[in-house]
Protein backbone atom coordinates (compact mmCIF):
# COMPACT_ATOMS: atom_id res chain seq x y z
CA UNK A 1 0.00 0.00 0.00
CA UNK A 2 1.14 3.66 -0.74
CA UNK A 3 1.80 5.87 2.00
CA UNK A 4 0.57 9.35 1.96
CA UNK A 5 3.31 11.80 2.80
CA UNK A 6 1.29 12.81 6.02
CA UNK A 7 1.35 9.38 7.26
CA UNK A 8 5.10 8.79 7.16
CA UNK A 9 5.92 9.26 10.91
CA UNK A 10 9.57 10.03 10.94
CA UNK A 11 10.66 13.16 10.35
CA UNK A 12 13.81 11.82 8.53
CA UNK A 13 11.78 9.65 6.12
CA UNK A 14 9.40 12.74 5.12
CA UNK A 15 12.87 15.08 4.51
CA UNK A 16 14.30 12.37 2.61
CA UNK A 17 11.35 12.03 0.45
CA UNK A 18 11.08 15.78 -0.04
CA UNK A 19 14.86 15.77 -1.17
CA UNK A 20 13.95 12.91 -3.60
CA UNK A 21 11.33 14.65 -4.78
CA UNK A 22 13.03 17.86 -5.20
CA UNK A 23 16.41 16.76 -6.89
CA UNK A 24 13.69 14.01 -9.44
CA UNK A 25 12.08 17.82 -9.71
CA UNK A 26 15.38 19.53 -10.53
CA UNK A 27 16.86 16.80 -12.67
CA UNK A 28 13.35 16.38 -14.60
CA UNK A 29 13.39 20.02 -15.41
CA UNK A 30 16.87 20.54 -16.17
CA UNK A 31 16.65 17.43 -18.56
CA UNK A 32 13.62 18.54 -20.17
CA UNK A 33 14.37 22.24 -20.51
CA UNK A 34 18.36 20.66 -21.89
CA UNK A 35 16.29 18.36 -24.32
CA UNK A 36 13.68 20.87 -25.39
CA UNK A 37 16.29 23.43 -26.47
CA UNK A 38 18.46 20.46 -28.01
CA UNK A 39 15.15 18.90 -29.92
CA UNK A 40 14.72 22.50 -31.11
CA UNK A 41 17.67 23.10 -32.09
CA UNK A 42 18.13 19.71 -34.27
CA UNK A 43 14.95 20.05 -35.50
CA UNK A 44 16.21 23.06 -36.89
CA UNK A 45 19.19 21.99 -38.60
CA UNK A 46 17.53 17.91 -39.53
CA UNK A 47 15.19 20.95 -41.88
CA UNK A 48 18.18 22.77 -42.86
CA UNK A 49 19.93 19.21 -44.05
CA UNK A 50 16.20 17.70 -45.67
CA UNK A 51 16.22 21.07 -47.18
CA UNK A 52 19.69 21.08 -48.44
CA UNK A 53 19.12 17.55 -49.66
CA UNK A 54 15.71 18.26 -51.53
CA UNK A 55 17.50 21.50 -53.40
CA UNK A 56 20.13 19.20 -54.76
CA UNK A 57 17.85 16.29 -55.89
CA UNK A 58 15.71 19.31 -57.28
CA UNK A 59 18.83 20.70 -59.10
CA UNK A 60 19.57 17.28 -60.20
CA UNK A 61 15.75 16.82 -61.70
CA UNK A 62 16.08 20.33 -62.74
CA UNK A 63 19.14 19.81 -64.67
CA UNK A 64 18.01 16.01 -66.13
CA UNK A 65 15.04 17.89 -67.62
CA UNK A 66 17.40 20.68 -68.92
CA UNK A 67 20.10 17.75 -70.25
CA UNK A 68 16.94 15.89 -72.00
CA UNK A 69 15.24 19.18 -73.36
CA UNK A 70 19.11 19.74 -74.80
CA UNK A 71 18.54 16.01 -76.41
CA UNK A 72 15.64 16.81 -78.29
CA UNK A 73 17.02 20.16 -79.14
CA UNK A 74 20.05 18.71 -80.75
CA UNK A 75 17.73 15.75 -82.15
CA UNK A 76 15.73 18.39 -83.94
CA UNK A 77 19.08 20.12 -85.18
CA UNK A 78 19.80 16.77 -86.67
CA UNK A 79 16.87 16.71 -88.42
CA UNK A 80 16.47 20.16 -89.92
CA UNK A 81 20.19 19.82 -90.66
CA UNK A 82 19.50 16.57 -92.50
CA UNK A 83 16.58 17.44 -93.79
CA UNK A 84 14.48 14.73 -92.68
CA UNK A 85 11.02 15.17 -92.93
CA UNK A 86 8.91 11.96 -94.09
CA UNK A 87 7.52 10.32 -91.30
CA UNK A 88 8.80 6.83 -92.45
CA UNK A 89 12.53 8.78 -92.68
CA UNK A 90 11.86 10.35 -89.15
CA UNK A 91 11.31 6.47 -87.72
CA UNK A 92 14.07 5.38 -89.37
CA UNK A 93 16.21 8.64 -87.68
CA UNK A 94 14.53 7.73 -84.11
CA UNK A 95 15.47 3.77 -84.39
CA UNK A 96 18.96 4.90 -85.72
CA UNK A 97 19.64 6.80 -82.70
CA UNK A 98 18.76 4.00 -80.01
CA UNK A 99 20.67 5.20 -76.85
CA UNK A 100 17.41 8.05 -76.75
CA UNK A 101 16.62 5.26 -74.70
CA UNK A 102 18.97 6.33 -72.23
CA UNK A 103 17.30 9.28 -71.40
CA UNK A 104 13.44 8.68 -72.53
CA UNK A 105 11.05 5.65 -72.69
CA UNK A 106 9.96 5.99 -75.76
CA UNK A 107 10.79 8.55 -78.24
CA UNK A 108 7.85 9.95 -80.98
CA UNK A 109 7.00 12.73 -83.40
CA UNK A 110 3.50 14.04 -84.15
CA UNK A 111 3.03 15.55 -87.55
CA UNK A 112 1.81 19.54 -87.25
CA UNK A 113 -1.66 18.35 -87.25
CA UNK A 114 -1.02 16.21 -83.78
CA UNK A 115 -0.50 12.63 -85.56
CA UNK A 116 1.63 10.24 -84.69
CA UNK A 117 4.00 9.91 -87.06
CA UNK A 118 7.45 8.07 -85.60
CA UNK A 119 7.34 6.17 -82.53
CA UNK A 120 10.83 4.37 -81.44
CA UNK A 121 9.23 1.45 -79.27
CA UNK A 122 6.71 0.61 -82.19
CA UNK A 123 6.56 2.08 -85.60
CA UNK A 124 3.42 0.51 -86.49
CA UNK A 125 1.36 2.22 -83.81
CA UNK A 126 -0.91 5.22 -84.81
CA UNK A 127 -2.80 7.68 -82.72
CA UNK A 128 -4.38 11.34 -82.81
CA UNK A 129 -2.73 13.73 -80.09
CA UNK A 130 -4.12 16.54 -81.34
CA UNK A 131 -5.86 17.16 -78.17
CA UNK A 132 -2.95 16.50 -75.88
CA UNK A 133 -2.24 19.37 -73.85
CA UNK A 134 1.00 19.12 -74.52
CA UNK A 135 0.76 19.40 -77.84
CA UNK A 136 -1.32 22.30 -77.90
CA UNK A 137 0.64 24.35 -75.81
CA UNK A 138 4.00 23.39 -77.33
CA UNK A 139 1.96 24.60 -80.73
CA UNK A 140 0.84 27.56 -79.32
CA UNK A 141 4.35 28.28 -77.17
CA UNK A 142 6.86 27.59 -80.23
CA UNK A 143 9.24 25.79 -78.00
CA UNK A 144 9.47 23.09 -76.05
CA UNK A 145 8.05 21.87 -72.77
CA UNK A 146 7.66 19.19 -69.79
CA UNK A 147 3.89 18.58 -70.04
CA UNK A 148 1.83 17.31 -66.87
CA UNK A 149 1.73 14.15 -66.37
CA UNK A 150 -0.69 11.51 -67.42
CA UNK A 151 -1.05 7.72 -68.54
CA UNK A 152 0.18 7.31 -72.02
CA UNK A 153 -2.27 5.48 -74.33
CA UNK A 154 0.94 3.84 -75.98
CA UNK A 155 2.23 2.32 -73.13
CA UNK A 156 -0.45 2.86 -70.47
CA UNK A 157 1.94 3.55 -68.50
CA UNK A 158 2.16 6.98 -66.34
CA UNK A 159 4.76 9.54 -68.10
CA UNK A 160 5.37 13.28 -68.97
CA UNK A 161 6.69 14.13 -71.95
CA UNK A 162 9.02 16.41 -72.81
CA UNK A 163 8.58 18.54 -76.31
CA UNK A 164 10.39 20.14 -79.13
CA UNK A 165 8.80 21.38 -82.08
CA UNK A 166 10.88 21.49 -85.08
CA UNK A 167 10.16 24.10 -87.49
CA UNK A 168 11.79 24.69 -91.52
CA UNK A 169 13.74 27.67 -92.39
CA UNK A 170 10.36 29.62 -93.05
CA UNK A 171 9.33 28.74 -89.49
CA UNK A 172 6.52 26.71 -90.69
CA UNK A 173 5.64 23.87 -87.97
CA UNK A 174 6.94 20.89 -89.61
CA UNK A 175 6.33 18.16 -86.57
CA UNK A 176 7.06 17.73 -82.91
CA UNK A 177 9.19 15.40 -80.78
CA UNK A 178 8.10 13.94 -77.60
CA UNK A 179 10.44 12.39 -75.29
CA UNK A 180 8.24 10.62 -72.79
CA UNK A 181 9.41 9.69 -69.28
CA UNK A 182 8.32 6.65 -67.36
CA UNK A 183 7.42 7.73 -64.02
CA UNK A 184 7.52 4.13 -62.78
CA UNK A 185 10.99 3.61 -64.39
CA UNK A 186 13.47 3.95 -61.39
CA UNK A 187 16.34 5.54 -63.41
CA UNK A 188 14.84 8.54 -63.19
CA UNK A 189 14.07 9.27 -59.41
CA UNK A 190 16.46 6.39 -58.32
CA UNK A 191 18.79 8.52 -57.45
CA UNK A 192 16.63 10.50 -55.33
CA UNK A 193 15.99 7.45 -53.63
CA UNK A 194 19.38 7.46 -52.10
CA UNK A 195 18.61 11.06 -50.56
CA UNK A 196 16.04 9.72 -48.18
CA UNK A 197 16.04 10.10 -44.77
CA UNK A 198 15.85 7.59 -42.29
CA UNK A 199 14.24 3.89 -42.48
CA UNK A 200 11.10 4.40 -43.63
CA UNK A 201 11.92 8.29 -44.66
CA UNK A 202 10.81 8.67 -48.59
CA UNK A 203 10.72 11.74 -51.10
CA UNK A 204 7.87 12.29 -53.24
CA UNK A 205 7.08 14.36 -56.05
CA UNK A 206 3.75 16.15 -57.27
CA UNK A 207 2.71 18.84 -58.99
CA UNK A 208 1.15 22.20 -58.18
CA UNK A 209 -2.26 21.26 -58.93
CA UNK A 210 -2.00 18.28 -56.78
CA UNK A 211 -1.04 14.95 -58.97
CA UNK A 212 1.49 13.03 -57.86
CA UNK A 213 4.20 12.36 -59.75
CA UNK A 214 6.68 10.01 -57.83
CA UNK A 215 5.73 8.36 -54.82
CA UNK A 216 7.07 4.82 -52.89
CA UNK A 217 3.85 3.81 -53.18
CA UNK A 218 3.54 3.49 -56.87
CA UNK A 219 -0.11 2.98 -57.27
CA UNK A 220 -0.93 6.60 -55.60
CA UNK A 221 1.27 7.72 -58.92
CA UNK A 222 -0.89 10.44 -61.56
CA UNK A 223 -3.28 10.29 -58.48
CA UNK A 224 -4.34 14.00 -57.33
CA UNK A 225 -3.82 14.06 -53.38
CA UNK A 226 -6.96 16.50 -53.29
CA UNK A 227 -8.84 13.37 -54.73
CA UNK A 228 -7.39 11.23 -52.32
CA UNK A 229 -9.30 9.98 -49.04
CA UNK A 230 -8.31 12.08 -46.46
CA UNK A 231 -7.73 14.87 -48.65
CA UNK A 232 -4.78 16.62 -48.92
CA UNK A 233 -2.29 17.25 -45.52
CA UNK A 234 -2.05 20.47 -44.70
CA UNK A 235 1.62 20.38 -44.97
CA UNK A 236 1.32 19.60 -48.84
CA UNK A 237 -1.16 22.34 -49.17
CA UNK A 238 1.01 25.20 -47.93
CA UNK A 239 3.27 23.58 -50.25
CA UNK A 240 0.93 23.56 -53.05
CA UNK A 241 -0.33 26.96 -51.92
CA UNK A 242 3.89 27.98 -52.21
CA UNK A 243 5.39 26.80 -48.75
CA UNK A 244 8.91 25.86 -49.00
CA UNK A 245 11.13 24.61 -46.08
CA UNK A 246 10.26 22.49 -43.06
CA UNK A 247 6.92 21.07 -40.99
CA UNK A 248 5.74 19.34 -38.49
CA UNK A 249 2.78 17.32 -40.10
CA UNK A 250 1.58 13.85 -40.61
CA UNK A 251 1.90 11.65 -43.24
CA UNK A 252 -0.84 10.63 -45.36
CA UNK A 253 -0.17 7.21 -43.29
CA UNK A 254 -0.76 9.48 -40.12
CA UNK A 255 2.82 8.73 -38.80
CA UNK A 256 4.07 12.34 -37.26
CA UNK A 257 7.02 13.79 -39.25
CA UNK A 258 9.01 16.42 -40.40
CA UNK A 259 8.17 17.17 -44.09
CA UNK A 260 10.18 19.25 -46.28
CA UNK A 261 9.24 20.80 -49.65
CA UNK A 262 11.10 22.15 -52.26
CA UNK A 263 9.94 23.53 -55.68
CA UNK A 264 11.55 22.68 -59.27
CA UNK A 265 12.77 25.46 -61.71
CA UNK A 266 11.64 23.80 -64.64
CA UNK A 267 8.53 22.69 -63.81
CA UNK A 268 5.59 23.79 -61.72
CA UNK A 269 6.72 20.44 -59.52
CA UNK A 270 7.06 20.03 -55.67
CA UNK A 271 9.74 18.20 -54.33
CA UNK A 272 8.79 16.87 -50.89
CA UNK A 273 10.85 14.45 -48.44
CA UNK A 274 9.13 12.93 -45.55
CA UNK A 275 11.71 12.03 -42.14
CA UNK A 276 9.86 10.38 -39.73
CA UNK A 277 9.88 12.06 -36.39
CA UNK A 278 11.09 9.07 -34.45
CA UNK A 279 14.00 8.36 -37.03
CA UNK A 280 14.47 12.39 -36.91
CA UNK A 281 15.03 11.79 -33.14
CA UNK A 282 16.34 8.65 -32.69
CA UNK A 283 19.63 9.90 -30.61
CA UNK A 284 17.53 12.81 -28.72
CA UNK A 285 14.60 9.38 -27.34
CA UNK A 286 18.05 7.63 -26.47
CA UNK A 287 19.09 10.68 -24.66
CA UNK A 288 15.43 11.12 -23.01
CA UNK A 289 15.84 7.50 -21.52
CA UNK A 290 19.12 7.85 -20.86
CA UNK A 291 18.55 11.27 -18.95
CA UNK A 292 15.43 9.84 -16.92
CA UNK A 293 17.35 6.58 -15.66
CA UNK A 294 20.82 9.34 -14.67
CA UNK A 295 17.66 11.30 -12.94
CA UNK A 296 16.47 8.61 -11.16
CA UNK A 297 20.06 7.02 -10.24
CA UNK A 298 20.69 11.13 -9.29
CA UNK A 299 17.60 11.15 -7.52
CA UNK A 300 18.23 7.66 -5.59
CA UNK A 301 21.89 9.12 -4.83
CA UNK A 302 20.86 12.56 -3.39
CA UNK A 303 18.46 10.44 -1.60
CA UNK A 304 21.08 8.10 0.02
CA UNK A 305 23.03 10.71 0.87
CA UNK A 306 20.56 13.22 2.48
CA UNK A 307 19.37 10.76 4.28
CA UNK A 308 22.76 10.05 5.59
CA UNK A 309 23.39 13.99 6.40
CA UNK A 310 19.79 14.02 7.96
CA UNK A 311 20.63 10.91 10.22
CA UNK A 312 23.93 12.88 11.27
CA UNK A 313 21.83 16.60 11.30
CA UNK A 314 18.95 14.80 13.50
CA UNK A 315 21.40 13.47 15.97
CA UNK A 316 20.98 15.82 18.60
CA UNK A 317 17.14 15.78 18.57
CA UNK A 318 17.35 12.08 18.90
CA UNK A 319 19.40 12.56 22.18
CA UNK A 320 16.65 15.50 23.42
CA UNK A 321 14.45 13.13 22.35
CA UNK A 322 15.81 10.76 25.16
CA UNK A 323 16.68 13.04 27.56
CA UNK A 324 13.02 13.72 27.65
CA UNK A 325 12.30 9.97 28.03
CA UNK A 326 14.52 9.73 30.65
CA UNK A 327 13.91 12.72 32.62
CA UNK A 328 10.26 11.71 32.18
CA UNK A 329 10.79 8.38 34.01
CA UNK A 330 12.93 10.08 36.36
CA UNK A 331 16.40 8.68 35.80
CA UNK A 332 17.54 11.76 34.53
CA UNK A 333 17.67 15.54 36.10
CA UNK A 334 16.99 17.85 33.41
CA UNK A 335 20.89 19.33 33.51
CA UNK A 336 21.12 16.61 30.68
CA UNK A 337 19.88 19.48 28.19
CA UNK A 338 22.50 20.67 26.48
CA UNK A 339 21.58 24.75 26.84
CA UNK A 340 25.01 25.80 25.30
CA UNK A 341 24.00 24.67 21.70
CA UNK A 342 24.17 27.98 19.37
CA UNK A 343 21.25 26.55 16.94
CA UNK A 344 17.82 25.29 16.95
CA UNK A 345 18.60 22.14 19.34
CA UNK A 346 20.53 24.39 21.88
CA UNK A 347 17.01 26.28 21.48
CA UNK A 348 14.70 23.61 22.11
CA UNK A 349 16.90 22.28 24.77
CA UNK A 350 16.26 25.93 26.47
CA UNK A 351 12.62 25.78 25.75
CA UNK A 352 12.88 22.14 27.04
CA UNK A 353 14.89 23.08 30.32
CA UNK A 354 12.70 26.16 31.14
CA UNK A 355 9.64 23.78 30.67
CA UNK A 356 10.91 21.43 32.95
CA UNK A 357 12.44 23.63 35.43
CA UNK A 358 8.48 25.26 35.96
CA UNK A 359 7.59 21.96 35.76
CA UNK A 360 9.62 20.94 38.53
CA UNK A 361 8.62 23.84 40.96
CA UNK A 362 5.10 23.58 40.06
CA UNK A 363 5.32 20.02 41.22
CA UNK A 364 7.52 21.51 44.25
CA UNK A 365 4.70 23.99 44.94
CA UNK A 366 1.82 21.03 44.49
CA UNK A 367 3.87 18.73 47.10
CA UNK A 368 4.41 21.58 49.41
CA UNK A 369 1.07 22.88 49.13
CA UNK A 370 -0.64 19.42 50.31
CA UNK A 371 2.24 19.16 52.79
CA UNK A 372 2.45 22.24 54.40
CA UNK A 373 -0.10 24.42 56.63
CA UNK A 374 -0.26 27.47 54.71
CA UNK A 375 -0.79 29.62 57.81
CA UNK A 376 2.14 28.70 59.49
CA UNK A 377 4.24 26.95 56.98
CA UNK A 378 4.74 24.16 59.20
CA UNK A 379 4.13 20.68 57.92
CA UNK A 380 0.14 20.05 57.88
CA UNK A 381 -1.96 16.95 59.11
CA UNK A 382 -0.98 14.71 55.68
CA UNK A 383 2.55 15.32 56.48
CA UNK A 384 2.29 14.35 60.16
CA UNK A 385 0.86 11.14 59.11
CA UNK A 386 3.80 10.08 57.21
CA UNK A 387 6.45 11.42 58.99
CA UNK A 388 4.66 9.57 62.37
CA UNK A 389 4.50 6.49 60.38
CA UNK A 390 8.21 6.48 59.21
CA UNK A 391 9.48 7.44 62.82
CA UNK A 392 7.49 4.79 64.41
CA UNK A 393 8.97 2.26 61.45
CA UNK A 394 12.57 3.73 62.54
CA UNK A 395 12.04 3.64 66.30
CA UNK A 396 10.78 0.20 66.24
CA UNK A 397 13.83 -1.38 64.20
CA UNK A 398 16.09 0.63 66.56
CA UNK A 399 13.87 -0.25 69.18
CA UNK A 400 14.63 3.62 70.66
CA UNK A 401 11.97 5.29 72.63
CA UNK A 402 9.52 7.58 70.44
CA UNK A 403 7.27 10.47 72.15
CA UNK A 404 4.96 12.53 70.39
CA UNK A 405 3.75 15.94 71.95
CA UNK A 406 0.28 17.25 71.37
CA UNK A 407 -0.34 20.68 72.53
CA UNK A 408 -3.63 23.38 72.52
CA UNK A 409 -3.26 26.71 72.95
CA UNK A 410 -5.25 27.85 75.73
CA UNK A 411 -8.65 29.64 75.27
CA UNK A 412 -7.40 30.65 71.78
CA UNK A 413 -10.81 31.10 71.65
CA UNK A 414 -11.11 34.05 73.17
CA UNK A 415 -8.28 35.59 72.00
CA UNK A 416 -10.00 35.14 68.81
CA UNK A 417 -13.28 36.54 69.98
CA UNK A 418 -11.35 39.53 71.90
CA UNK A 419 -9.05 40.65 69.38
CA UNK A 420 -10.66 39.18 66.21
CA UNK A 421 -9.33 36.17 63.56
CA UNK A 422 -6.39 38.31 62.03
CA UNK A 423 -4.55 38.78 65.26
CA UNK A 424 -5.42 34.83 65.94
CA UNK A 425 -3.93 33.83 62.86
CA UNK A 426 -0.69 36.24 64.24
CA UNK A 427 -0.62 34.23 67.17
CA UNK A 428 -0.99 30.68 65.48
CA UNK A 429 1.84 31.93 63.35
CA UNK A 430 4.08 32.94 66.27
CA UNK A 431 2.97 30.04 67.89
CA UNK A 432 4.34 27.57 65.31
CA UNK A 433 7.66 29.82 65.11
CA UNK A 434 8.35 29.00 68.95
CA UNK A 435 7.82 25.78 68.89
CA UNK A 436 10.07 24.68 65.92
CA UNK A 437 12.86 26.81 67.15
CA UNK A 438 12.91 25.70 70.46
CA UNK A 439 12.99 21.73 69.50
CA UNK A 440 15.86 19.79 67.53
CA UNK A 441 16.04 20.71 63.84
CA UNK A 442 15.23 16.52 63.39
CA UNK A 443 11.74 16.99 65.56
CA UNK A 444 9.16 17.23 62.90
CA UNK A 445 6.36 19.87 64.36
CA UNK A 446 3.22 19.84 62.59
CA UNK A 447 -0.38 21.54 63.02
CA UNK A 448 -3.09 19.37 62.49
CA UNK A 449 -5.49 21.75 62.94
CA UNK A 450 -6.94 24.78 64.48
CA UNK A 451 -4.69 25.75 67.58
CA UNK A 452 -3.68 22.08 67.49
CA UNK A 453 -0.21 21.19 67.42
CA UNK A 454 2.44 17.72 67.26
CA UNK A 455 6.01 17.85 67.31
CA UNK A 456 7.19 14.25 67.35
CA UNK A 457 10.60 13.59 69.42
CA UNK A 458 12.85 10.63 68.37
CA UNK A 459 15.57 8.65 70.06
CA UNK A 460 14.16 9.17 73.93
CA UNK A 461 17.04 8.09 75.65
CA UNK A 462 14.31 7.51 78.74
CA UNK A 463 10.76 8.52 79.21
CA UNK A 464 11.97 11.07 81.85
CA UNK A 465 13.10 13.33 78.90
CA UNK A 466 9.58 13.98 78.10
CA UNK A 467 8.87 16.29 81.09
CA UNK A 468 12.50 18.28 80.13
CA UNK A 469 11.05 18.70 76.33
CA UNK A 470 7.21 19.95 77.77
CA UNK A 471 9.16 22.34 80.13
CA UNK A 472 10.94 23.61 77.23
CA UNK A 473 7.77 23.89 74.66
CA UNK A 474 6.24 25.97 77.61
CA UNK A 475 9.03 28.32 78.00
CA UNK A 476 9.07 28.91 74.35
CA UNK A 477 5.81 30.01 74.79
CA UNK A 478 5.80 31.92 77.62
CA UNK A 479 7.28 35.05 76.94
CA UNK A 480 4.42 37.64 75.86
CA UNK A 481 3.50 37.68 71.99
CA UNK A 482 3.88 40.86 70.06
CA UNK A 483 0.78 40.63 67.26
CA UNK A 484 -0.53 43.18 65.75
CA UNK A 485 0.43 45.87 68.03
CA UNK A 486 -0.94 43.99 71.26
CA UNK A 487 1.16 41.99 73.95
CA UNK A 488 -0.37 39.10 74.73
CA UNK A 489 0.32 36.56 77.28
CA UNK A 490 -0.22 32.94 75.71
CA UNK A 491 0.01 29.75 77.15
CA UNK A 492 -0.55 25.83 75.93
CA UNK A 493 -1.17 22.97 77.22
CA UNK A 494 1.24 19.80 76.43
CA UNK A 495 -0.21 16.38 76.63
CA UNK A 496 3.09 13.94 75.92
CA UNK A 497 3.09 10.18 74.93
CA UNK A 498 5.93 8.45 75.38
CA UNK A 499 6.68 4.89 74.38
CA UNK A 500 10.39 3.22 75.24
CA UNK A 501 9.38 0.01 73.95
CA UNK A 502 8.36 0.99 70.64
CA UNK A 503 5.33 -0.87 70.37
CA UNK A 504 2.79 1.38 70.04
CA UNK A 505 0.40 2.02 67.23
CA UNK A 506 -0.05 5.21 65.59
CA UNK A 507 -3.63 5.54 66.69
CA UNK A 508 -2.18 4.31 70.29
CA UNK A 509 0.35 7.28 70.37
CA UNK A 510 -2.37 9.67 69.72
CA UNK A 511 -4.88 8.56 72.04
CA UNK A 512 -2.70 8.55 74.60
CA UNK A 513 -1.66 11.83 73.80
CA UNK A 514 -4.76 13.49 73.73
CA UNK A 515 -5.73 11.87 76.80
CA UNK A 516 -2.60 13.57 78.02
CA UNK A 517 -3.49 17.39 76.79
CA UNK A 518 -7.08 16.73 78.39
CA UNK A 519 -5.30 16.12 81.53
CA UNK A 520 -3.13 18.62 81.33
CA UNK A 521 -6.59 20.94 80.53
CA UNK A 522 -8.14 19.35 83.64
CA UNK A 523 -5.47 20.43 85.83
CA UNK A 524 -5.64 23.90 85.28
CA UNK A 525 -4.18 24.42 81.92
CA UNK A 526 -0.54 26.16 80.91
CA UNK A 527 0.83 22.70 81.60
CA UNK A 528 2.16 19.11 80.92
CA UNK A 529 1.18 15.86 81.49
CA UNK A 530 2.98 12.70 80.12
CA UNK A 531 1.57 9.21 79.91
CA UNK A 532 4.10 6.24 78.68
CA UNK A 533 2.36 3.60 76.21
CA UNK A 534 4.98 0.96 77.27
CA UNK A 535 7.92 1.35 80.21
CA UNK A 536 11.34 -0.19 79.57
CA UNK A 537 10.06 -3.21 82.02
CA UNK A 538 6.84 -3.71 79.92
CA UNK A 539 4.25 -1.61 81.92
CA UNK A 540 0.94 -1.74 80.19
CA UNK A 541 0.02 1.08 78.01
CA UNK A 542 -2.21 3.90 79.86
CA UNK A 543 -0.86 3.77 82.37
CA UNK A 544 0.04 7.20 83.88
CA UNK A 545 3.26 8.23 84.60
CA UNK A 546 4.01 10.34 87.77
CA UNK A 547 3.78 13.33 88.02
CA UNK A 548 0.33 12.74 86.15
CA UNK A 549 0.06 16.53 85.55
CA UNK A 550 3.20 18.64 86.08
CA UNK A 551 2.82 22.41 85.66
CA UNK A 552 5.95 23.22 86.81
CA UNK A 553 6.33 26.45 85.08
CA UNK A 554 3.58 28.30 87.01
N1 LIG B 1 -7.59 32.55 64.18
C1 LIG B 1 -7.82 31.28 63.93
N2 LIG B 1 -8.64 30.61 64.71
C2 LIG B 1 -8.84 29.30 64.51
C3 LIG B 1 -8.24 28.65 63.44
N3 LIG B 1 -8.64 27.33 63.45
C4 LIG B 1 -9.45 27.20 64.55
N4 LIG B 1 -9.57 28.38 65.21
C5 LIG B 1 -10.31 28.69 66.37
O1 LIG B 1 -9.58 28.22 67.46
C6 LIG B 1 -10.47 28.01 68.52
C7 LIG B 1 -10.07 26.74 69.23
O2 LIG B 1 -10.74 26.70 70.40
P1 LIG B 1 -10.68 25.41 71.27
O3 LIG B 1 -9.34 24.79 71.26
O4 LIG B 1 -11.85 24.55 71.00
O5 LIG B 1 -10.90 26.07 72.71
P2 LIG B 1 -10.01 27.06 73.39
O6 LIG B 1 -10.66 28.38 73.36
O7 LIG B 1 -8.60 27.03 72.90
O8 LIG B 1 -10.06 26.51 74.85
P3 LIG B 1 -9.20 25.32 75.39
O9 LIG B 1 -8.65 24.59 74.33
O10 LIG B 1 -10.17 24.52 76.22
O11 LIG B 1 -8.19 26.01 76.23
C8 LIG B 1 -11.87 28.00 67.94
O12 LIG B 1 -12.54 29.18 68.31
C9 LIG B 1 -11.64 28.01 66.44
O13 LIG B 1 -12.61 28.73 65.74
C10 LIG B 1 -7.41 29.41 62.59
O14 LIG B 1 -6.86 28.92 61.60
N5 LIG B 1 -7.21 30.70 62.88
Redesign the pocket.
Known amino acids: MIKTFASIGSLKARITVVVVFLVLLAAGLVTYVSLHLAERQMRSVVGDQQFALLSSAAAYIDEDLVSKKSLLAALREQLVYADIGAPSAIQGFLEAHGSLRDEFFNVIALDKSGKLIANLNDRRAVGDFSKRDYFIDTVAAHEGLVSHPFRSTLSGKPVVVVTEPVYDAAGKLLFVIGGAIDLQRPRFFGQLEALKSGRTGYLFMLTTTGTIIHHPDKQRILNNVKDEAGGVVPSTLAAMNGFEGTLDGKSKRGIVSLITYKRLRQTDWIIGAVYPVDEAFAPLIDMRKNAMVASAAVAAAAGLIGWLAILRLLRPLGALRKHVARIAEGSKDIDVFDVARKDEFGELSRAFFNLSQQRRDAENNLVKLTRTDP?TDIHNRRMFDEIFAAALERARRSRRGLGLAYL??????????TYG?????Q??VEFAKRLKNCVRITDAVARL????FVVIFEHLGSHDEAAGLATKMLDAIRPDFLVGGLVLTVTS?VGIAVDMGSVGAVGDFMEEADKALYAA?EAG?NGYSVRLLRTPSAQPAGVMSAPAVADSHK
Open positions: LDIDRFKQINDHGVGDVLAGDESKR
